[in-house]
């Protein structure tokens, strides 16, 4: 962000990155922050008195991210921490989320919205189980774009064939778990010396492919599931009457997917009445036509009962309304899941009772293959399980739509989030190598 | 208005729509939710998004002040205005009623920033304030990077980390217990260049000591405040007549101004562009007390 001239940032990244303790994330992260100059001089300056401090000669990148206090004082990171940098292409929300504890927790968190992932290995170490669990975990929750940085690459001599080998085992991992050619990339990169972060190395002549910045500043990733069909979660009903807007009654969300304009034919769910679309409003002026990801108001042709929680969709793509139906849960608690627990759902911008029948599966990591009929699931373990609602949602795949595929278990006793929910046989597909990533739409237009 | 809206999305529309998203949900959500305003930039910005989140209808949420009585007049006066103009309602939580009446001690650095947190929380606690809108970036400062969107507090006000949920997609979970409340903080995702772009882009209003302008100022740790009615300054302090500007708004007493010439929102966009230091670490003295300063706040409940 060094010069003023250059023009607005024109797009939004959102990343998430996941790697093992000591792999060099943190050193990793500081890098990209420290070389885009998104790192201003005081922050820099106490970085530089506690490197000198440690008795270290050169800047310890990694105390640019480090958090918490109880963290510093134990030097770990426990929880997902958000960076932020820009250069004039993208600007960049990046999730930072560490490896070791609750790494379920933190990785679906910070998957949940990225649309790429880097993930870190050392050089020396290689393809890890912690690696292969990661990327399960990031094909499992649809993160359409998979970057290897195989780091420390300082440390073995800038060779090739270490590299190869590495890229070569994971990207057949990948492949196993439905990413298809193109949406993986491996670049050897040292975080310590900057070797391909951001500046091209000068030790890596026979890697011909963009350093990690450049992949993210031109990696095609659509930020939502713009050629789905349409989906519209009503958030809140905006009703006025003023001399400009007599009798106003518009419906206020954030497409969630597809396209919409007006005149388009809609049915709200899960009534099933069916309309037109007579405006697309927002406070600058009237669209003809909006997409996916972006906040606008819908006026309807007839007058119709819709409130918080409906959702309005296509009428010729519309989803299934279903009081049962098959998921897969990423636990998020330490009161573990018993079959028949009594549970909240999120889903859009309603919430219902809900009730968890059977469990069907659950992921073993370590094998990464499934076990059957587990008699619970709990922290941080993965799932598949039956749930019935009290009142019929609308819902898609997890693997064609990944907002409303999506959904939240929440405890009706104190409030906490239980679960992150995905619709449908995700754990099945990953199981079989045909994970989510696969049929959502624009997920994948593969890379460079 | 006369934009001209293209379909395609940039960084700050997509920003937007995120933060018309969330208190969209918390209009949904909860029953009684305040914004807290203190006519600072962010807290500005935060109240432009709610108008256009609600638009054509008013916003349906009352604002809060937690006023220090350290005030610059430009600041007050910009506050009232703008209630005005948006037509809703302020309530004001003054630290000064609270040192007048005993409940509050002034503090021998006579900083009234950390005596905010009990007047914020008595106001929640009578008001029955269950959501409270704060302009607060992660980018701000290292302790706030794990900062949710949503962020639970208990009865105290208190921040514990253990609580905090995990947040995933745009599924945002704002159950509370009785007593406790959510603060909530739309521009999570924003930059300070981020909003200051959009400044520029929607046009929006701010108080002039954002902007260069002369002002007699004195030097103290490092920074230059207003000589004004709160302590300073000292003897040995003397004052300057400079160009400067403040980059954020808060306890007169502690807040700095800048030396600067940037006189429009074209000259701040470069300067912040450029700059070499974090707004907080120019400006704030109560941030330099600790390197923990912020996260013990955050614990306290000031934020
Ligand atoms: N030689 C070398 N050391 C590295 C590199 N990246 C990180 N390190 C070192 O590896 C150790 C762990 O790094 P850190 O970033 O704290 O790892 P994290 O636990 O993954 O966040 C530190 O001592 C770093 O200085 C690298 O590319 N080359």
């Not at chain 1, 993965?382 to 795949?397: F, K, M, S, Y």
């Not at chain 2, 003054?94 to 509050?104: A, E, M, P």
């Not at chain 2, 400067?244 to 929102?265: E, L, N, Q």
């Amino acid at each position: 962000m060094g010069s003023a001239q250059r023009d607005l940032p024109n797009d939004l990244l959102r990343l998430a990155t996941a790697g093992s303790v000591d792999d060099g994330k943190s050193t990793l992260v500081g890098r990209l922050l420290y070389d885009t100059k998104s790192v201003l001089a005081d922050t820099l300056d106490a970085v530089h008195r506690a490197s000198v401090d440690k008795g270290l000669s050169t800047p310890d990148l990694s105390l640019l991210v480090d958090g918490l206090r109880s963290e510093r004082e134990q030097g770990i990171t426990i929880d997902v921490a958000y960076r932020y940098f820009a250069t004039p292409k993208r600007s960049f929300v990046l999730a930072d989320t560490p490896g070791h504890v609750q790494y379920t927790r933190n990785t679906v968190t910070g998957a949940s919205t990225a649309q790429l992932a880097v993930l870190l290995v050392d050089a020396r170490k290689g393809v890890l189980e912690q690696t292969r669990r990661h990327a399960a975990v990031l094909a499992l929750l649809g993160v359409p774009q998979l970057v290897l940085a195989v780091n420390k690459i300082d440390l073995v001599d800038y060779d090739e064939a270490v590299f190869e080998v590495i890229a070569k085992e994971f990207t057949d991992h990948a492949t196993a778990l439905g990413y298809p050619i193109g949406s993986v990339l491996s670049i050897p990169v040292s975080a310590l010396v900057g070797d391909n972060v951001v500046d091209r190395s000068a030790h890596t002549a026979w890697y011909t492919g963009p350093t990690l910045l450049e992949h993210l500043e031109t990696v095609p990733v659509e930020p939502d599931p713009h050629h789905a069909a349409f989906r519209f979660p009503v958030q809140y009903v905006i009703r006025t009457n003023t001399d400009e807007h007599r009798d106003y009654r518009g419906y206020a969300g954030q497409i969630a997917a597809g396209t919409v304009a007006k005149g388009d034919e809609i049915v709200v769910l899960p009534a099933g009445l069916r309309t037109t679309v007579a405006r697309i409003d927002t406070p600058d002026g009237e669209l003809d036509e909006a997409e996916a990801g972006r906040s606008v108001t819908l006026v309807l042709t007839d007058e119709i009962d819709i409130s918080r929680g409906d959702l309005i969709a296509s009428a010729t793509e519309s989803p299934a309304v279903t009081d049962e139906f098959s998921a897969t849960l990423a636990w998020l608690s330490e009161k573990a899941l018993k079959p028949g627990a009594r549970v909240l759902v999120k889903h859009g911008a309603r919430t219902v009772q809900a009730f968890v029948g059977e469990l069907t599966t659950r992921f073993d990591e370590q094998k990464l293959s499934t076990v059957d009929s587990p008699e619970e699931l709990k922290l941080n373990e993965i799932g598949q399980v039956g749930i019935r609602t009290a009142e019929p949602l609308p819902i898609d795949d997890y693997s064609v739509n990944r907002r409303t595929g999506a959904f939240l278990v929440i405890d009706p006793a104190d409030g906490s989030t239980l679960a992150a929910g995905l619709v449908g046989a995700g754990l099945r597909a990953l199981d079989a190598g045909e994970s989510c990533i696969g049929g959502g739409e624009t997920a994948f237009s593969p890379g460079p | 208005m006369t934009q001209t809206l293209s379909k395609h999305q940039d960084a700050l529309d997509r920003l937007e729509s995120e933060a018309i998203h969330i208190f969209r949900e918390v209009a949904g959500e909860f029953d009684r939710p305040v914004i807290l305003f203190s006519g600072g930039k962010d807290s500005t910005v935060l109240l432009h998004l709610a108008v256009k989140a609600f638009w054509p209808a008013p916003v349906p949420f009352p604002l809060l002040h937690v006023d220090t009585g350290h005030n610059l007049d430009e600041v007050i006066e910009f506050r009232d205005r703008t209630v005005e103009r948006y037509g809703l309602r302020l309530v004001v939580a003054s630290v000064q009623d609270f040192i007048d009446d005993g409940r509050l001690e002034e503090r021998p650095d006579g900083t009234r920033n950390p005596l905010q947190t009990v007047p914020l929380l008595d106001s929640i606690t009578s008001n029955k304030f269950d959501a409270v809108f704060g302009g607060g970036r992660r980018d701000e400062e290292r302790a706030r990077a794990k900062e949710r969107i949503f962020s639970l507090r208990n009865a105290f006000g208190q921040w514990e980390p253990r609580r905090q949920r995990p947040e995933l997609w745009n599924l945002y979970n704002g159950r509370h217990r009785a007593g406790e409340h959510v603060r909530v903080f739309p521009l999570s995702n924003w930059t300070e260049l981020d909003v200051w772009r959009y400044i520029q882009r929607e046009n929006i209003d701010l108080p002039s000591i954002y902007f260069a302008h002369e002002r007699e100022v004195f030097q103290r740790d490092g920074m230059w405040l207003t000589a004004g009615p709160w302590f300073g300054p000292n003897a040995d302090e003397p004052v300057e007549q400079l160009t400067i500007r403040y980059r954020t708004v808060g306890d007169g007493s502690c807040t700095g101004a800048i030396r600067s010439d940037a006189a429009d929102i074209e000259a701040v966009i470069a300067e912040v562009s450029a700059s070499r230091l974090t707004e907080r670490g120019a400006t704030r003295a109560d941030d330099r007390l600790s390197e923990a300063a912020m996260e013990d706040r955050k614990r306290e409940g000031y934020f």
